[in-house]
């Protein structure tokens, strides 16, 4: 049974998060961190590196996979709606995920029937069989249905700006539009050698428009956030959407690589 992660606020997500985010919503077994890192124009250790961030924080948690049980196996689908008070819910839910048949159970924020229990039976005497578990859990079922079918896209705003339902991955680069990816090399003596990433910004080292999506030392992708350090040697890459100044190019030692 998997257990809820606690949620945590510290983790703002930028526009290769919610990039990374879009396709997994839309195929997440068919996208890789190659192919979203060559569409995003990053490397794919950064991809996978803002995967990592990403579940560490409990935004992204798990790539469970959409299954029609009726074609698999002619099995039923069946909602039940169920009211408990909130102060039970979640002590409810863990006992409800312990019931065999049941796949999914929604912790709704609204009114009393505020438990909506997805489970999978083989006959509507397997469905009644799980109805009453749940009930002797002593939770009241208000309503239940057969799920005939199911429909699944990503959250549009994460995507691609002019995305449509059907718009295939190969078209992610429509996001960054007139923006620039650079990778750069930090030099012995860069200005911004031996400063985290929280003074750089403060020493004007860093435009206000720059974000910094990775950094690369060695064999190592080294998670970007204000307290980390940059020093030389390390391979640096920066995105902007309107673009990267010279003076910041210059703050990092001058030759960069562009991408996009």
């Not at 919610?18 to 250790?45: F, P």
């Not at 299954?67 to 102060?87: K, N, Q």
């Not at 860069?190 to 860093?206: N, S, Y």
């Not at 060695?218 to 390390?234: F, H, K, L, M």
Request: aromatic content about 4%; hydrophobic content about 35%.
């Amino acid at each position: 049974m998997a257990h809820e992660q606690p949620i945590r606020m510290d983790y703002r997500l930028d526009e290769i998060d919610r990039l990374a985010l879009y396709y997994l919503g839309s195929d997440a077994r068919n996208t890789t961190a190659t192919e979203i890192a060559e569409q995003v124009n990053v490397s794919a250790g950064t991809v996978r590196n803002r995967l990592n961030q990403l579940e560490q924080h409990g935004i992204l948690r798990g790539y469970p996979a959409h299954i029609d049980y009726e074609r698999a196996d002619g099995l039923l689908t069946g909602l039940f709606v169920c009211s408990a008070s909130v102060s039970e819910r979640d002590r409810l839910t863990r006992k409800i995920l312990d019931i065999s048949g049941v796949v999914n159970v929604r912790n709704v924020m609204s009114g009393d029937d505020g438990l909506h229990v997805k489970a999978i039976g083989e006959d509507t005497t397997s469905l009644q069989r799980i109805a009453s578990e749940i009930e002797d859990l002593g939770i009241a079922i208000e309503d239940e249905s057969l799920i005939k079918e199911e429909y699944h896209q990503p959250y549009q705003p994460y995507g691609p700006t002019d995305a449509t339902h059907s718009q295939p991955a190969t078209n992610v680069l429509s996001l960054v539009g007139d923006a620039q990816v650079v990778d750069l090399t930090v030099t012995e003596d860069a200005p911004v050698a031996g400063k985290t990433l929280a003074e750089a910004k403060e020493q004007g080292l860093l435009g206000k428009d720059v974000l910094v999506v990775a950094i690369e030392r060695g064999e190592e992708v080294v998670s970007a956030n204000g307290r980390t350090e940059i020093r030389p040697g390390d391979l640096v890459s920066l995105f902007s959407p309107v673009g990267i100044r010279n003076d910041t190019l210059d703050g990092f030692g001058g030759t960069a690589a562009k991408r996009a």
